[in-house]
């Protein structure tokens, strides 16, 4: 059954064993989220704020454009007015009329003004008003319909101001009247009719002034030009000069100096501070409640055509007195508008862009937590694993290390870290480890054997690893540092070892034993021999004597004496049980030694042994007594096989060697292994032999690999088996 | 058909033990002759052969107690001393039923063994005395008529001069002249000896 894996992890891996809190996951994400969205918020804040002052400053320009172009606006109506009126003042028909006032004249005049009229549209009125006041001919417009007023219908205007006015000027001048409402029979004319009188003398070629041209402005229709402008930056407004709405917020506002009975709301009345600002300047920008007000005189007089200087042009009096204020407000709720649009659009971005940072946080969080369990998991492995673990960076200086560290050392926590190793290590442990070290640092895995003081239990048997931790590119980092007690190992294969030896030491006295009848028969040989030369030489001393045959039974005496003590040191040296001493062997030397040894016993069984040794074998490093005991072994095996077979009693003795390599061969002529014994003939306690322990391949086979060496064995094509072992051959 | 000089034989791989026992025989001035292996010595053995032989009973190629049959076989009649190794006793057992003489077990005082060659060597002398009256005795009735050996054969039974001429339907006289005759060519005065030579000439040969 597959254990449900931890998420965006590989099965195998370590991740495994890491379990992830959910609760905490959730718990981060949170707090992250939070983190992240108060973090992404200060540029958000910030934009913001540029933004609306850049609204602001936005509307704000669109605010003086459109004052501007109110401005504009107003003088380009006045010039536009200001021309007509000149021109009305000069044309032919006026003038012939005036020179001669027929009924024919008249009427050219009127079509003149009635064609003006309907071409113009922004004429109430045109008139032309005699010097006694009298209106002389006169064109309505009539709600789009303009007609000539017919004579009957003809009034007398000598008492309005504007009259007056007029005939006060001289040729050349231009009465303008202010910005008021049209009156009808002294009353304000309902729905209020907002006019401007624009009025010229015209005098005869003396300089008499004979009459005045009138043009009723329709002021409704500078107040709906201007109206055309209001938009998202504000509302016109447009003031007089003693402060009354032309165009207010309300109609309430608006003309109050029409009505006197009304409540005067002028501006020096709604807000006094902006009054005066707008008395001493011309123009100017003025906060109030959040409402931007930007205000400009226009003088509506001193327009383009007013400039250019020349005889007969004529020019309105008092023009540089005549002035209107345009004020634009800009509202805060305008800005609010705006900014409450900015934050709108801010807050959907806001809004993704948040939900993208609980979504990272939730994987930063998920990251965070696995990587914590993680290191929870690593540090227990290794704070509990029995190897010393550390990192060591390429200065030589403890990076990292666990719990065994400091415990092998005796050290507390954080005692080791930034230490190098040579503080740690002491002189004379760091010379010795300071060559594996470099190769560490040359990027090369060194795994050696040492011994270290434990700080309470002395020297231990270590095996010590350096691993390199090089980066991708090839930068060397550092090493890791693994350091294994395998002082119980050593000591078990110590304790192993010395069973081994006197496990073989038994194992030989026994061979001995099973072949004390053998040996004692070969002692008895020379034993006998002695005996008997003595005895002959005892004999003839007593008589007379041949001096040249008794000192050949003399030296046969000794020869056999050799030979008998000769016998003596080999088995001597074969159950010998002394320290074993490692040395080189000559394993043709082994060989002799061994056919020597068994060599009676062969020969009494007539069994034949063969020794085909090469020449210049190279020695083995190892213990010859050990050695000899397996050849022995082997060879006793062998002539036990030939004698239980029905081939020839032969068993040989080869020895051979290539490159790495010795090898030890023993060949039988017997009935070869039992194939279904295999490997298991090997085993302790397996024989087939009466009266045989089944140790001798066993021990046979512990020896050789204590010499790391193997033994193994094949049955030979033509009957027998052949056992061989192989030793590394000494280093020259 | 002359027998060879008594002679101590020895068998022995062991060429030391060969020579030491040379040295020891000559010592006591008895002839010897060495051999390393049964085989060698099978091939100049015959049955004239006299004294004794030392063998070894442990040999590669044939043992001791083969060689031992194969003599027998060959009806060579000498004295066998086997020599054994300590422990070797069952197989010394064998070979003394199988005829030795005796046997000896290594190591061995060297007068024990002198002792043994000596009593061999008396063994065969006695034994090759015995042989040579019997082939004396046999070769003296070897010269009778067949009607002397009919009637010596009567004489050997016991019977008297009448009965043997009853039984052979001859005068008493004639039995008489036979008899003379017999003793003559056997070369014995009385009765008693011809009986006697008779007896020996006529008892199985023993080895």
New interface residues.
């Given amino acids: 059954v597959k254990p449900p894996g931890p998420w965006l992890a590989q099965a195998h891996t370590i991740h495994r064993a890491v379990q992830v809190n959910i609760r905490q996951v959730i718990l981060l994400t949170v707090l992250l989220g939070l983190a992240f969205s108060a973090l992404l918020a200060i540029p958000f804040v910030f934009y913001q704020r540029a933004e609306a002052d850049n609204n602001l400053s936005l509307l704000q320009a669109e605010q003086e454009r459109v004052t501007k172009l109110a401005a504009g606006a107003i003088r380009q109506e006045m010039d536009a007015v200001l021309s007509d009126l000149r021109y009305l003042s000069q044309h032919n028909e006026l003038r012939n009329y005036l020179a001669h006032d027929s009924r024919s004249n008249r009427l050219d005049l009127a079509r003149e003004y009635l064609a003006l009229a309907t071409q113009k549209h922004i004429y109430d009125q045109i008139r032309f008003i005699g010097r006694d006041g009298r209106e002389r001919v006169r064109v309505d417009f009539n709600e789009g319909r303009p007609a000539i007023i017919a004579e009957q219908d003809l009034r007398d205007q000598s008492g309005r101001y504007y009259v007056g006015e007029t005939l006060r000027l001289s040729p050349g001048q231009i009465y303008v009247s202010p910005l008021d409402l049209h009156l009808e029979q002294g009353a304000v004319e309902q729905p209020p009719k907002p006019a401007i009188r624009f009025a010229a003398p015209v005098a005869d070629d003396q300089g008499v002034i004979l009459g005045m041209v009138v043009l009723n402005y329709q002021g409704q229709r500078l107040r709906d030009k201007l109206g055309e402008l209001d938009g998202h930056a504000g509302r016109i407004r447009l003031l007089n000069a003693q402060g009354h709405w032309l165009i207010g917020a309300t109609p309430e506002d608006e003309w109050v100096f029409m009505y006197p009975d009304r409540p005067q709301r002028s501006l020096a009345v709604l807000s006094p501070p902006l009054w005066k600002q707008m008395e001493s300047k011309k123009s100017g920008i003025h906060q109030t409640n959040g409402s931007w007000i930007r205000f400009e005189r226009v003088y509506p007089l001193l327009g383009e055509n007013a400039t250019p200087a020349g005889a007969g042009f004529a020019r309105p009096i008092d023009a540089d007195r005549y002035y209107w204020t345009v004020a634009v407000e800009l509202s805060q709720s305008a800005i609010q508008a705006a900014n409450q649009a900015l934050l709108k659009r801010l807050w959907t971005v806001y809004g993704a862009l948040v939900l993208f940072a609980f979504l990272v946080a939730g994987a930063l969080a998920f990251a965070i937590s696995r990587n914590k369990a993680l290191a929870q998991v690593m540090e227990k492995v290794v704070d509990n694993v029995p190897v010393l673990v550390a990192y060591v960076d390429t200065e030589q200086r403890y990076r990292f290390n666990n719990m065994a560290y400091e415990r092998f050392f005796g050290l507390k926590p954080r005692q080791i870290y930034g230490r190098t190793m040579l503080e740690l290590l002491g002189d004379d442990d760091y010379r010795k480890a300071r060559p594996y070290i470099e190769q560490a640092l040359a990027g090369e895995a060194v795994s050696f054997e040492r011994k270290l003081r434990h700080v309470g239990e002395g020297m231990r048997d270590v095996t010590i690893s350096y691993l390199p931790d090089t980066l991708p590119n090839g930068e060397m980092r550092g090493f890791y540092v693994m350091v294994n007690d395998v002082s119980p190992i050593k000591a078990s294969q110590r304790r192993e070892r010395q069973q081994m030896l006197e496990l073989a030491h038994v194992s030989r006295l026994a061979s001995m034993g099973e072949m004390a009848t053998e040996i004692a028969h070969e002692i008895n040989q020379p034993l006998a021999a002695i005996a008997m030369y003595s005895a002959a030489g005892l004999r003839t001393l007593k008589g007379e004597f041949d001096r040249g045959k008794m000192e050949t039974w003399l030296d046969a005496i000794n020869t056999q004496a050799k030979r008998a003590s000769e016998i003596v040191k080999r088995v001597r040296r074969f159950v010998q049980k002394g320290e074993p001493q490692l040395g080189p062997v000559d394993l043709n030397l082994i060989a002799r030694e061994t056919a020597a040894l068994v060599d009676h016993d062969a020969r009494s069984q007539d069994v034949e042994i063969v020794l085909e040794l090469a020449e210049g074998l190279p020695a083995v490093q190892g213990e010859r007594v050990l050695l000899e005991q397996v050849v022995f072994n082997l060879v006793r095996n062998a002539m036990d096989a030939v004698l239980a077979g029905s081939g020839e009693h032969r068993v040989t003795l080869r020895t051979s060697s290539d490159a790495q390599l010795v090898y030890v061969e023993v060949s039988d002529s017997g009935p070869g292994v039992d194939p279904a014994l295999g490997e298991h003939i090997f085993d302790s306690f397996v024989t087939n032999k009466q009266g045989g322990l089944g140790m001798g391949l066993a021990i046979s086979r512990s020896i050789v690999e204590a010499h790391g060496g193997t033994l193994r064995y094949a049955n030979n094509p033509g009957g027998g088996a052949t056992f061989t072992f192989s030793l590394a051959r000494e280093a020259c | 058909m002359e027998p060879d000089l008594p002679t101590v034989y020895i068998v022995d791989?062991?060429e030391?033990?060969r020579?030491?026992?040379g040295?020891?025989l000559?010592?006591?001035c008895l002839r010897y002759q060495s051999f390393d292996s049964a085989e060698s010595f099978l091939a100049v053995v015959h049955p004239h052969m006299r004294g004794c032989l030392l063998l070894d009973v442990?040999m590669?190629?044939m043992s001791g107690l083969e060689l031992q049959r194969n003599l027998q076989e060959q009806g060579v009649a000498l004295q066998i001393v086997i020599i054994t190794?300590?422990?070797d006793v069952p197989m010394a057992v064998r070979a003394l039923k199988a005829g030795a003489t005796d046997f000896i077990e290594?190591?061995?005082?060297?007068?024990d063994?002198l002792d043994r060659i000596q009593t061999c060597m008396k063994n065969d002398h006695q034994l090759w005395s015995t042989r040579q009256a019997l082939e004396d005795a046999a070769a003296r009735f070897g010269a009778l008529t067949p009607r002397e050996r009919a009637v010596m054969e009567l004489i050997a039974t016991g019977n008297h001069t009448k009965k043997i001429a009853a039984q052979l339907d001859i005068q008493d006289r004639t039995v008489d002249v036979h008899r003379f005759n017999i003793m003559r060519k056997v070369g014995v005065r009385t009765l008693a000896e011809l009986l006697h030579l008779w007896s020996v000439a006529h008892q199985p040969v023993q080895n």
């Fill in positions: 791989d062991d030391a033990v020579e030491a026992l040295a020891l000559s010592s006591v442990r590669p190629g190794g300590h422990g290594k190591p061995f005082n060297e007068q063994l």
